[in-house]
């Protein structure tokens, strides 16, 4: 094949016309000084907004110090964020990695080793959901099962099953003895915002007992706060037995994670599991101080009421525009509308408007601003995304 003119940067965004230069809290300015209201928070990540001055203290600082050291040593920012992330949730232990998509993997390697260990290798398969987003690694999207994601990448690592969404009889029909783990997102986030009903998580978790399957949690974009609760499945009261996050937890800086219980864990012993750079001092320094703030509960009832608010202004425009706009879902800041015209064309009016929000599955848009965002900047989101969706033709 002749060599074709290629962009330096491999095209596999389809990237929108704007190119960032900095951050205020919850604005976006572009290289030509344009600003934004940032309601990506890119992709739920910016959980603090852009630039938090609590933030970029403690990264300086930290840089100032030690910036990586490798998990050769001890690293104290590490063990202080583990043991505020065992204090606060289910788990009894944690592995810090760099993304979602990293601690997919060791979330899928925990669960193997631990049937392993247990006498019953047989139990291999990790029942998953139409519509998951576990990231974009092979396993990862192997344990999708989109044909889109996985267009191309054949083979994919067996092991994965996929069933219908929320189909409880296919789900029961699927718990036998060969199933390993149910993998599941409490709330889906690329799959358009689409909740597990708190009954279901129930029953989940009740059938995972009831056949010993070991219950996932992929809370990487749901959970850090941004339903109101530190992490989505709160709601249900259901814990589960191991737990994938990121996005959120670093508030801009790579930061991932597992979390377990003692039982899922326990096969996990040394030299199972590694990463150079996952657990660094700059990301456990940052991680550390985001948890500070998300483990605050008057931050958290912020988060509700602040969801609420914004909730009822986009209801009133899916009111006032039903033939754009068609319904709003989600919880706390972790909200979807879904659109009756094509949902690409309400994020491109949107954006010349002066807001930023972004696509998801299902025909949604996501509004996803950071967890510090004001009452007076939900209003300026209202009635930009007001003047947006008034310029588009109904469907
Ligand atoms: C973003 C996301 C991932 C992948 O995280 P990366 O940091 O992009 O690797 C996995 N699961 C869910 C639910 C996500 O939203």
Redesign the pocket.
């Given at each position: 094949m002749d060599a074709q003119p290629f962009p330096p940067v491999l095209p596999t965004y389809s990237r929108a016309p704007i190119a960032v230069d900095r951050g205020e809290g919850s604005w976006l300015i572009d290289t030509d000084g344009r600003r934004y209201l940032d309601l990506t928070s890119g992709?739920a990540v910016n959980a603090l907004g852009h630039a938090h001055p609590a933030l970029v203290e403690a990264l300086v600082a930290q840089a100032g110090r030690l910036w990586h050291s490798s998990n050769l040593f001890t690293i104290p920012a590490q063990e202080e964020l583990a043991r505020k992330m065992v204090d606060a949730t289910f788990a009894d232990t944690a592995f810090f990695t760099n993304?979602?998509?990293e601690a997919?993997e060791l979330a899928v390697k925990m669960v193997r080793r631990y049937w392993h260990a247990a006498g019953a290798p047989e139990r291999q398969t990790i029942l998953t959901f139409e519509g998951a987003?576990?990231?974009r690694s092979i396993a990862a999207i192997s344990a999708a099962g989109s044909t889109r994601m996985a267009d191309g990448f054949a083979p994919l690592l067996p092991g994965f099953r996929t069933l219908p969404f929320g189909d409880h009889a296919a789900l029961e029909a699927a718990l036998d003895d060969t199933v390993a783990a149910v993998l599941v997102?409490p709330i889906q986030?690329?799959g358009g915002i689409r909740a597990l009903p708190a009954a279901c998580l129930q029953g989940l978790r009740a059938a995972c007992d009831r056949t010993g399957t070991l219950l996932v949690f992929?809370e990487?974009?749901c959970g850090m706060g941004r339903t109101g609760k530190l992490f989505a499945h709160e709601w249900a009261g259901v814990t589960p037995d191991i737990m994938?996050i990121?996005?959120g937890i670093g508030g801009g800086f790579p930061l991932?994670g597992v979390l377990a219980t003692a039982r899922a864990a326990q096969a996990m012993t040394a030299g199972s599991h590694g990463s150079t750079y996952g657990g660094n001092p700059l990301a456990c320094t940052v991680g550390s101080r985001v948890m500070d703030f998300l483990t605050d509960p008057a931050f958290l009832a912020e988060v509700t009421r602040k969801g609420a608010a914004l909730r009822a202004q986009l209801d009133a425009l899916v009111a006032a525009r039903p033939g754009v706009l068609t319904g709003v879902r989600g919880k706390g800041l972790l909200l979807g509308i879904a659109c009756a015209v094509p949902n690409t064309d309400v994020v491109k009016a949107a954006r010349d408007a002066g807001l930023l929000l972004v696509p998801a599955a299902d025909n949604v848009v996501r509004v996803l601003p950071p967890l510090t965002i004001t009452d007076d900047e939900i209003a300026e989101a209202a009635r930009r995304l007001g003047t947006a969706v008034a310029a588009l033709q109904p469907a």
């Open positions: 992709i993304s979602g998509t997919l987003f576990h990231g997102e986030g690329e992929d990487v974009q994938m990121a996005k991932g």
